[in-house]
Nanobody, 121 residues
Framework: QVQLVESGGGLVQAGGSLRLSCAAS????????MGWYRQAPGKQRELVAR???????NYADSVKGRFTISRDNAKNTVYLQMNSLKPEDTAVYYC???????????????WGQGTQVTVSS
């Protein structure tokens, strides 16, 4: 069984910073991509940032230049550094891994439980 555990959310004033972490437990053998999504009340879940196995990254336009995704393969952890936070960044942030517990075969989506980020104005 693979579990993703997020941490680092909280309440911060506009202009502040937070760093989210997502640690995976379980026997993951291959990773295709790791990412962060967010969902604000009444809105659909959206991609915030993603990093693939070759290190390529992509970001939502709304966070470019402010957020940075990174990973530590040895720790099976992905991070999201969020700077210059705005009230519109307020949402529940979810970690997502596209990975496999097998040497060959299909990829699976794994999700964390979510962590609340609230930015006050």
């Amino acid at each position: 069984q693979v579990q993703l555990v997020e941490s680092g959310g909280g309440l911060v004033q506009a202009g502040g910073s937070l760093r989210l972490s997502c640690a995976a437990s379980g026997s993951i053998l291959r990773i295709h991509a790791m990412g962060w999504y967010r969902q604000a009340p009444g809105k659909q879940r959206e991609l915030v940032a993603r990093i693939t196995s070759d290190g390529s990254t992509n970001y939502a336009d709304s966070v470019k230049g402010r957020f940075t995704i990174s990973r530590d393969n040895a720790k099976n952890t992905v991070y999201l550094q969020m700077n210059s936070l705005k009230p519109e960044d307020t949402a529940v942030y979810y970690c997502n891994w596209v990975a496999s517990r097998m040497v060959v075969g299909p990829w699976y989506d794994y999700w964390g439980q979510g962590t609340q980020v609230t930015v006050s104005s």
